[in-house]
């Protein structure tokens, strides 16, 4: 709790700062007027088993499972991919081991030089398992976001 109320102070105080800096017009969006969030709904099985019928079949190097047995068994992993989410979703953080990826250079446009560091781009892929948190957490996250928007 401490975190909390310090990091809204520390928001709020940067908030007043820019107020000052920033146009009017932008400043005039609504607060959040919706409810407050402050815990997840626990993932169930069903849950991960809907997600994982609409998955595409990617694996990257970081996979320690690969995607197609996950989806082939998702009866069997679902219950497993279910606890391994509530626990990040009811403590807060995300394990360390989630947030590694494989970094590979991507040349911008195949018309630039090669030996030109700043011609590339880094592109990022995390293991299935990683995104597919992500995802279940959108899924819980999002439709709270958009129900303040509105105002409901």
Known sequence: MDKIVKLRTIVSDRLCTLSALLPSYIMSFPAHNGSVLNKLDPVTADDVQKL???SLLKSFSM?????SLVLRCQSVFS???????????SEGRFPRKFKQASVTPLLKGRSLDKSVLSNYRPISNLNFICKFLERLFLSRFQPHILSSTRGT
């Open 52 to 54: 994982l019928s609409s």
């Open 79 to 89: 219950e497993i991919i279910a606890r391994l989410a509530n626990l990040p979703f």
């Open 63 to 67: 996979d320690i499972i690969p995607t």
